[in-house]
């Protein structure tokens, strides 16, 4: 962005020119640009290394860890089972197929994307969704949504308490 000085005097004013009434003038403040570059600065020399300019760091999230992946699975399961079976009637004797299909794409994202907060995806959710209506299992968008709940509620929180306690 080229800075520019510019020094803008009091609007002129002008004799008003004979025109006709349909025709009518309109005048704006007019501005004069002095100088429009200081001689002290070269664009060159300004620009071309501007103060505190770095490239950006790329943060990498760290690797998922399989013991947390296994540990946050097995209570992802237990919860989901509590909150689904609330809801017999939409579920019967699916549940227990409808909570498989939940907690195993939970814990294959789990095992190769989570990498602690801010990588929660919402891929996995949708393809739980997808997978339950495929096989045809009842409830499909309410164990995605449910199991979407949960994952916002509790991951990022276990996974920053699990790295607490195996960093003592």
Aim: charged share 25%; proline share 10%.
């Amino acid at each position: 962005m080229a800075l520019l000085y510019i020094s803008c005097i009091q609007p002129l004013t002008i004799p008003p020119a004979k025109t006709s009434f349909t025709a009518k003038l309109i005048l704006r403040n007019p501005c004069v640009i002095l100088n429009p570059r200081p001689p002290s600065l070269s664009f060159s020399k300004t620009f071309a290394n501007p103060l505190g300019a770095s490239s950006p760091q790329k943060y990498t999230y760290p690797d998922p860890i399989p013991d947390f992946a296994e540990a946050e699975t097995q209570k992802f399961r237990a919860e989901l089972f509590k909150k689904l079976s609330k809801d017999k009637e939409t579920f019967g004797d699916d549940l227990d197929n409808v909570v498989d299909v939940c907690a195993e794409i939970f814990n294959d994202f789990l095992h190769k994307e989570y990498g602690g907060p801010g990588t929660l995806l919402v891929e996995p959710f949708t393809d739980i969704l997808v997978v339950l209506k495929d096989r045809k299992l009842p409830g499909a968008p309410l164990a995605a949504r449910t199991s979407l709940l949960w994952a916002q509620s509790y991951v990022d929180q276990d996974w920053e308490i699990w790295n607490s306690n195996s960093s003592k």
